[in-house]
């Protein structure tokens, strides 16, 4: 692309959605995820911060509010007081993506009266021994025990939250999609299967993508004069423990920033000098200005391509 793309102007309206990472910390190390090679300072978002992003956003109109990005939200030890202000304050749908090691029935309980509306839960494997050496600290057995009492605990207080669940399809746990239906099918509403994706570069995935599938997909990557514009510049707000207005959910090292909610306020840097160039080399396919972009799967990867679909030819799949 050497033209600006009509369809991605520089200047756009305030986006409905928002995420922020209240904490960077995470209590596992995951084989697909950055996190513990982070090199920035880790800490927790102070309620202070929170509560003059949320008073903005509910100024802004903003309705959906994610509480995560790069680290495990709850660990957070305010984090029921963050979910609760949010609501109260009028945000209308706040969702937290979890790996779930950090939750006990207590709080479990404070799910519910905190007013969350979703959790997913990521969870990448369907046994034991798998789920444990992907996600290494992590306890397969809490995990099986969590997910069943939030369910039971919904059911019996007729809840609406929603339950959630992600799947990352590796090499090493493809096989495992059925064991993992069998293990969790009856307790989570809906799962999202996800075709690894290398962070940025920040992760290597070669050897991680499974045979199966990279078999039955062509044009997994598209050439270069085909890359896509991330749709992240141009539909929600991302913001990082410390205050900072980036361009990515998992700008694990704060490298596309474009503001300071500490010093401008959201509705002044949704469409300031400096989002606008990012914007600009998004649509004029100028990726190599931006590394963390440039090496990224999001804007290479072929749209059309339905990895649900795929996996239909399965019978596994097919008994979801």
């Not at 494997?125 to 798998?130: R, V």
């Not at 990279?214 to 890359?227: D, F, G, R, V």
Request: hydrophobic share 35%; with cysteine.
């Amino acid at each position: 692309m050497s033209k600006v793309d009509k369809n991605h102007p520089l200047e756009v309206k305030i986006p409905n959605n928002i995420m922020i990472e209240v904490t960077n910390l995470c209590n596992l190390k995951c084989q697909m995820c950055y996190n513990q090679r982070m090199k920035r300072k880790k800490g927790f978002m102070p309620f202070s911060l929170f509560k003059k992003i949320v008073d903005q956003a509910v100024d802004l109109s903003i309705e959906n509010m994610g509480l995560y990005t790069t680290g495990e939200s709850f660990l957070h030890p305010e984090i029921f007081k963050f979910i609760k202000y949010a609501k109260q304050t009028g945000i209308k749908y706040v969702y937290i993506t979890t790996n779930g090691q950090a939750l006990d029935d207590e709080k479990i309980k404070k799910i519910f009266a905190s007013g969350l509306d979703s959790i997913k839960f990521s969870i990448d494997a369907g046994n034991k021994k798998q789920y444990e050496s992907l996600k290494i600290g992590a306890s397969w057995d809490k995990l099986v025990i969590t997910v069943k009492s939030l369910r039971k605990m919904r059911d019996e207080m007729n809840s609406p939250l929603r339950i959630f669940a992600s799947f990352i399809i590796m090499a090493d746990n493809f096989k495992d999609l059925l064991k993992y239906k069998n293990t969790f099918g009856n307790f989570i509403d809906e799962t999202d299967f996800i075709l690894v994706k290398n962070q940025g570069s920040q992760v290597k995935v070669e050897g991680l993508y499974p045979k199966e599938i990279i078999s039955q997909i062509k044009n997994l990557t598209l050439p270069k004069e085909k890359w896509q514009p991330c749709h992240m510049l141009w539909n929600r707000f991302i913001i990082t423990s410390e205050g900072y207005l980036t361009i990515c959910c998992i700008d694990f090292e704060n490298k596309l920033i474009y503001g300071d909610v500490n010093k401008e306020s959201l509705g002044a840097s949704w469409n300031n000098k400096k989002m606008k160039r990012f914007r600009e080399i998004h649509t004029r396919g100028q990726f190599a200005k931006l590394p963390l972009c440039f090496n990224c799967d999001v804007i290479k990867r072929n749209n059309e391509i339905d990895i649900n679909k795929i996996l239909q030819n399965y019978e596994y799949k097919k008994r979801f």
